[in-house]
């Protein structure tokens, strides 16, 4: 794999979406995503965090005003607090295993627009644009709520590649009970996020951009 000093300067990397990438909370000094990565790409590229714990997709907008002006290349990692704020629908009581479907297709169709009208506007700030899943492994999830998330990342992978962008799967990436935050188990810790900084230095390093095709990373 090539190395940071190796691509094309100048470099800028923009991390936008939630606290997969906002996570100096949740872990001690140094071992934040952000600091991480930086420290995996070299004093040569620079990498700016405008992600903020929480958001939803509808959040990334007032991210977006913070924007860099010479950003090379977006990472957005967001999706998760929209599944997870309608997951409530799983304990609704409804007659029928092809209700309960209905209902969350229509909460599905809400994140679909929001998340294709998210991938436009991060478009419209750099073509270099890098798609993450929502990751499924976190421990003390429930089973019905991993197969719900698997509803929303049907979305994300499809929106992705329509526009055939590239695809960081932290699904497959973030698969050791180690990879979560001891403080707030949905968030990566210090082995999740040195994961997902050296996934997104691969993509950096290796993807062709602008060719039109979607790969998936991991």
């Known amino acids: ?67 860099p002006d010479d950003a090379s290349h977006v990472i957005v990692s967001c ?34 627009s929001n998340y294709s009208n998210m991938l436009e506007a991060l478009l419209e700030r750099s073509p270099n644009l890098v798609v993450c899943t929502v990751y499924n492994n976190i421990p003390g999830l429930g089973t019905e709520t991993v197969a719900g998330l698997a509803l929303f990342n049907e979305i994300i992978l499809e929106e992705a ?16 009970v180690g990879d979560y935050s001891a403080r707030s188990p949905i968030e990566p810790s210090a082995q999740g996020g040195r994961k997902i900084a050296k996934a997104i230095q691969r993509v950096v390093a290796l993807h062709a951009f602008g060719t039109g095709e979607s790969r998936v990373y991991v």
């Open 1 to 67: 794999m090539a190395k940071a000093s190796a691509i094309n300067t100048p470099v800028h990397i923009v991390l936008v979406g939630d606290s997969i990438f906002d996570n100096a909370s949740y872990v001690d000094e140094g071992d934040s995503v952000v600091e991480q990565l930086q420290a995996v790409m070299g004093n040569d590229v620079t990498v700016t965090l405008i992600a903020v714990d929480g958001s939803v997709t509808t959040d990334v907008s007032e991210q977006l005003v913070d924007f």
């Open 79 to 112: 999706g998760g607090n929209d599944a997870l704020s309608v997951i409530n629908i799983l304990d609704a009581r409804v007659n029928t295993v092809g209700a309960a479907m209905r209902a969350m297709d229509r909460e599905r169709d809400a994140f679909r």
């Open 161 to 176: 590649i329509a526009r055939r962008l590239p695809i960081i799967d932290l699904r497959n990436l973030c698969q050791d």
